[in-house]
């Protein structure tokens, strides 16, 4: 059972350097997606840098869960050295349609 372990985390390891990059640089957009993730980013900087500009001291993100979070982590790097740095999170894993 080790060994499919082993195998599931390498396959989800090398899926992640393929589709995100080198999760150290989680700023340099490198490889298949290069050029869509920096225009992307260069979105969502521009907007995280606006929202500073205007006198803001935390947002708030919301993660679809649909990736390993890299994403979310870039953005929660950028959020804290743009002084946001009030940052919470909300478990809605947990909540459930009536």
């Known amino acids: 059972m080790d060994d499919v372990a082993n195998v599931y985390n390498q396959a989800g390891d090398d899926y992640v350097s393929y589709a995100d990059g ?7 957009f490198e490889g298949l997606h290069a050029y869509a993730d920096r225009c992307v ?6 907007k995280l840098t606006d929202l500073r500009a205007t006198g803001a001291s935390s947002v ?13 982590r870039r953005l929660v790097l950028r959020a804290q050295a ?6 919470r999170d909300a478990d809605l894993t947990s909540r459930r349609r009536k």
């Open 22 to 28: 080198d999760p150290s640089q989680p700023f340099t």
């Open 41 to 46: 980013w260069t979105t969502l900087e521009t």
């Open 60 to 72: 708030r993100f919301l993660d679809a869960g649909c990736g390993p979070g890299t994403w979310l």
């Open 82 to 87: 743009l002084g946001l740095l009030a940052l």
